[in-house]
């Protein structure tokens, strides 16, 4: 027990440290007695995404100490393949038990729940792995980037495109001003959602291996109906669509490289109002999900020496006509939808970033890219590198638990970013424009839309 309270003692000081919150005469050498130390990780949600985590943490260097997930029949495959970690099903009475045990958490489970659990490790000191999504809607993006700093501890969101070669030399080439200045980008995904949907009316029998009430979480309760879970992400209570799913991965580098992030922060200088305009074309208005197709214009004022620019994303749609054509004729070729190329998909996600010198085109995952029109780049070399490479996203976020440098998307860059996504998904729902103003977090043009901008939550489940 003594080396236990002395071990995390130490890992809270060294986290301290990598925010320059203490000096010590030689943080190499602190560094280095920390990284043969293995930190004691729980995962929260293990079933779906989460089992990669399983496996991932450990060879990324953390040792498992417990497991937490509400569908038994979903997560047997993972408590059985670290069989010491202690089993849970309600994360609550995991970190209330073990809280002595536990110096960081990864969540990965369903959208609705990314926030309540994350706060709650946090205000208990834990360092914070979460999936993408960061959050269920903007509120709960910035009261989770203002409880990491408060709390001063290591964060990440699991975008992990941003920890690849691929993304930090795009964002390297268009910070250095290769592709002239930007004014356009479009990114798309061929998904969709689910259109209008009646809500479930009828009382379906309760699986014996599901823990329904915790599955609900902070969502107001309902009588168990399958539906609800088959296909969540396309409910607007519990998940975020193709734009949380996906644009967390898509749009991650115009964020970053246009530097869009600087809207949130105070000290950043602006050029005129600090507002994002956002506007949605769709298939549908719905109340409970998500339009078949849409298409969201977002408009950002300059950054800096960086002009105004109009981020377009679009969804859905198939091989309907619209914005494809539009992506094709930028590009100079035809996206693979299945009819094109290798017919295989390859282009189902993607991102063009349009200069007044070339463009970059980047996958939805933003792990690769090409820059256009290949004639005129054919022997290019680039700027020299200037962001520090990865070892990887995990491995990253481990580093900064134990007094490294943060990670590149931890929450005051996610955050930011995950507001901006779900930005559009707060336009799907009216008619109007919107002007959102990122410092206060509120639309200013149309007070009925604020409401969209967080949620209710049930007794016991509150951030």
């Known amino acids: 027990m003594k080396r236990r309270i002395n071990r995390r003692t130490f890992l809270s000081n060294t986290a301290l440290g990598g925010l320059g919150l203490?000096?010590?005469?030689?943080?190499?050498?602190?560094?280095?007695?920390?990284?043969?130390?293995?930190?004691?990780?729980?995962?929260?949600?293990i079933g779906g995404r989460g089992?990669?985590?399983?496996?991932?943490?450990?060879?990324?260097?953390?040792?498992?100490?417990?497991?937490?997930?509400v569908n038994e029949?979903?997560?047997?495959?993972?408590?059985?393949?670290?069989?010491?970690?202690?089993?849970?099903?309600?994360?609550?009475?995991?970190?209330?038990?073990?809280?002595?045990q536990i110096d960081a958490v990864v969540i990965a489970t369903p959208d609705h729940t990314h926030a309540v659990a994350s706060a709650t490790a946090i205000k208990m000191g834990k360092h914070v792995f979460c999936e993408k999504p960061l959050t269920h809607n903007l509120n709960e993006a910035r009261v989770l980037r203002q409880l990491a700093a408060k709390h001063k501890v290591a964060t990440q969101m699991g975008n992990q495109g941003t920890a690849s070669q691929g993304f930090r030399r795009a964002v390297e080439i268009i910070q250095a001003g290769v592709l002239g200045e930007i004014r356009d980008v479009h990114a798309w995904n061929t998904g969709g959602g689910p259109g209008e949907r009646p809500y479930p009316s009828k009382v379906h029998d309760m699986p014996d291996y599901l823990k329904w009430d915790l599955w609900l979480g902070p969502a107001a309760y309902r009588p168990y109906n399958s539906r609800w879970?088959?296909?969540w992400h396309g409910w607007r209570d519990f998940g975020t669509n193709?734009?949380?799913?996906?644009?967390?991965?898509?749009?991650n580098l115009p964020f970053k490289a246009l530097k869009l992030d600087s809207l949130w922060k105070a000290d950043e200088p602006v050029s005129g109002e600090r507002r994002v305009r956002v506007q949605a074309e769709v298939s549908g208005f719905h109340k409970a999900t998500?339009?078949?197709?849409?298409?969201?214009?977002?408009?950002?004022?300059?950054?800096?020496?960086m002009p105004p620019v109009r981020i377009n994303w679009y969804n859905g749609g198939g091989h309907a006509p619209g914005p494809r054509g539009l992506i094709e004729k930028v590009m100079g070729r035809r996206l693979d939808w299945g009819d094109a190329g290798e017919k295989k998909w390859q282009d189902h996600a993607g991102c063009l970033i349009v200069g007044t010198k070339g463009m970059i085109h980047s996958t939805g995952h933003n792990t690769s890219f090409s820059l256009l029109p290949k004639d005129k780049f054919e022997d290019f070399q680039g700027p020299p590198s200037s962001l520090p490479r990865s070892r990887g996203h995990e491995r990253e976020w481990l580093d900064a638990c134990k007094g490294g440098k943060p990670a590149m998307s931890n929450f005051d860059y996610s955050s930011p970013l995950t507001q901006f996504v779900l930005l559009g998904n707060v336009a799907t729902q009216f008619e109007q424009r919107l002007e959102f103003d990122p410092l206060a977090m509120?639309?200013?043009?149309?007070?009925?839309?604020?409401?969209a901008l967080s949620r209710k939550y049930r007794q016991g489940w509150s951030l």
């Open 51 to 69: 089992s990669w985590f399983v496996g991932a943490i450990p060879r990324a260097g953390g040792n498992v100490v417990a497991m937490c997930d």
């Open 442 to 451: 509120k639309i200013v043009n149309f007070a009925q839309a604020n409401e």
């Open 290 to 305: 998500f339009p078949k197709r849409e298409i969201i214009h977002y408009d950002f004022p300059a950054r800096g020496d």
């Open 229 to 231: 879970l088959n296909g």
């Open 22 to 45: 203490l000096i010590l005469k030689d943080s190499r050498a602190a560094f280095s007695y920390e990284a043969n130390e293995k930190l004691n990780i729980a995962l929260i949600g």
């Open 242 to 251: 193709q734009l949380g799913n996906w644009a967390s991965h898509t749009m």
């Open 73 to 100: 029949r979903k997560a047997s495959g993972a408590f059985k393949e670290i069989p010491k970690a202690k089993k849970y099903h309600d994360f609550r009475k995991m970190l209330d038990e073990m809280d002595k």
